[in-house]
């Protein structure tokens, strides 16, 4: 009697996929877990200044320091999250992205900073919003990894 299924194959036969993959792609996608990391906790801790800068006095010498610190810490965050949206080698256009993210979110934040009757509460808003996006996002285990071409 003739069976339809092949016997079972003890050695797989190499041939093309059973290769490793190829390109620096593969090597470089392992990396973002530090960057993913830096700006989140830059995130959370900017979002935490803005955030307690509305609770001090406006004239306070600390809650000018707090606003400017997590300012610094919120462009280094959103500098970070704009390396990371580009997945090419390509270096200068992963840092032109990295350097247009902040400018296009700071742009929207003053205009939006403007219009409103009270600064310190659209920071304190904004800090809040950033702080708990990137709370979400520490405790989010990363999705899994997947080949790219």
């Known amino acids: 009697m003739l069976t339809i299924l092949p016997a079972r194959v003890s ?12 390109g620096r792609h593969v090597d470089a996608a392992g990396g973002s877990a530090g960057v993913r990391r830096t700006a989140l906790v830059c995130g959370l801790l900017g979002g935490v200044a803005w955030v307690a800068t509305y609770f001090l006095g406006a004239d306070a010498a600390a809650a000018k320091a707090l606003l400017w610190g997590g300012g610094v810490l919120l462009t280094v965050a959103l500098f970070a999250i704009g390396m990371m949206l580009v997945k090419s080698d390509l270096l200068p256009l992963r ?10 979110v700071w742009g929207v934040f003053a205009l939006v900073r403007d219009s409103v009757s009270d600064e310190r509460l659209a920071d304190a808003v904004f800090g809040a919003a950033v702080g708990l996006g990137s709370v979400l996002l520490l405790v989010r285990r990363s999705p899994a990894r997947r080949a790219t071409l």
Not at 11 to 22: E, L, R
Not at 95 to 104: D, E, N, S
């Open 95 to 104: 840092i032109f992205v990295a350097l247009a993210l902040p400018t296009l």
């Open 11 to 22: 050695d797989p036969v190499s041939g093309w996929h059973t290769v490793a993959p190829m």
